[in-house]
Every structure is written in structure tokens, then in C-alpha cells.
């Protein structure tokens, strides 16, 4: 189980150390994004990633700016889109190293156990009287 919780962290590390210093809305604004479809595209990112499975995130959307601002509205439904699909990538990804680990787990453990029957079988019919005191 230690492996399973090494591989949590190793994902939630990553994931922390890709965002960098710059938010993604300051990074939007500065490629020349209006202000508005950034606001946007970052509450629907949240929105996205709570909706994708992200128990640290809340919902956010503006529903007044939402309706009456085209690009706040269109901001906010393609960092939905975008960061829900996102997340459930990352967390389909962690389910699968997590059966990875429990796969190898298991495997290891039935290897000793075929190992142990195995020199069992061997040694039937043998006489081993003579080879507890050889420890």
C-alpha cells in the first residue's frame, strides 16, 4: 500500500509543480484573451474540475455575468469542457495505478506462494530428517 500512496503524491506533487507562479487566467490575459473570457474559462475550470471529480475544488460561475456576457459565458463553457476532461483523465490515471500496484501486489505475493509449493513438490519422497540443524 505504501506504492498506491507514493503514486498519489507523486500526482498531486506534479500536478502542483506544472501550474507554475502565473495563473492560468494571468496566463490567458497575457496571450492577448479578453479579461472577461478569462474570468470565465477560470471559474469553469474550477467548475470543470469539481464536476471531474476534483474534491478540492467548488463550483464557481457568475450566473447573472454569465447570461448577459457572451464572453464570460463562452469562457466559462470551454474551461468546463476543457478542465473536466482534464480531470477525469488524471483520475482515470490514478485508478489505473492504483489496480497497477494491487496487480503487481497480488503477482508478487502468488509468486511465493507457487515458489513455496514448487520446492515442496521437489522435495517429496525426500528424506530431510538431517537438515534442521543445519541452520
Known amino acids: 500500500m505504501n506504492t498506491i500512496l507514493r503514486t498519489l503524491a507523486a500526482t498531486a506533487l506534479s500536478g502542483i509543480f506544472l501550474s507554475g507562479c502565473m495563473s492560468q487566467k494571468e496566463e490567458m490575459i497575457k496571450e492577448g484573451y479578453p479579461v472577461s473570457y478569462a474570468d470565465g474559462f477560470d471559474d469553469g475550470c474550477h467548475s470543470g474540475k469539481k464536476a471531474g471529480g476534483n474534491m478540492f475544488e467548488q463550483f464557481k460561475k457568475d450566473a ?3 447570461e448577459y456576457d457572451s464572453q464570460y459565458a463562452q469562457g466559462w ?12 483523465s488524471m483520475q482515470r490515471q490514478i485508478r ?35 537438515l534442521e540443524n543445519l541452520k
Open 77 to 88: 463553457s470551454d474551461g468546463f469542457r476543457q478542465c473536466e476532461t482534464e480531470e477525469e
Open 96 to 130: 489505473m495505478n492504483i489496480e497497477q500496484q494491487r496487480y503487481l501486489q497480488h503477482k508478487k505475493e502468488h509468486e511465493w506462494e507457487d515458489r513455496y509449493y514448487f520446492e515442496k513438490e521437489m522435495l517429496r519422497g525426500i528424506d530431510t530428517r538431517g
Open 64 to 66: 447573472r455575468r454569465f
